[in-house]
Nanobody, 122 residues
Framework: QVQLVESGGGLVQAGGSLRLSCAAS????????MGWFRQAPGKEREFVAV????????YYTPSVKGRFTISRDNAKNTVYLQMNSLEPEDTALYYC???????????????WGQGTQVTVSS
């Protein structure tokens, strides 16, 4: 029911910033919690951040807290991930996903985008 398309990835040097966007289709976007996940080669998909449908609640994985900010604009059916002070360890394919509940695990997310690549050089 929800189609997601990420954009905004690219190559940036350490200490730089990027803003990822995720455009969603569907008439029930505001009902979903929206999460950002990332996956580096040879590693499992990792939770990064989540925001509730109401935008009231957010949660971040400890490694990005203070550097990344998740936000959403329900009127535009879009969720964002502002990434500052990027580190080489942040290099990964970043995915946005939609869930009916506010969770940090992969399983409950029903819809996924195809990902956008973020590469951080030293």
């Amino acid at each position: 029911q929800v189609q997601l398309v990420e954009s905004g990835g690219g190559l940036v040097q350490a200490g730089g910033s990027l803003r990822l966007s995720c455009a969603a289709s569907g008439r029930t976007f505001s009902r979903y919690a929206m999460g950002w996940f990332r996956q580096a080669p040879g590693k499992e998909r990792e939770f990064v951040a989540v925001i509730s449908g109401s935008t009231i609640s957010t949660y971040y994985t400890p490694s990005v807290k203070g550097r990344f900010t998740i936000s959403r604009d329900n009127a535009k059916n879009t969720v964002y991930l502002q990434m500052n002070s990027l580190e080489p360890e942040d290099t990964a394919l970043y995915y946005c996903a939609a869930s009916r509940s506010f969770v940090t695990t992969v399983g409950p997310y029903d819809y996924w985008g195809q990902g956008t690549q973020v590469t951080v050089s030293s």
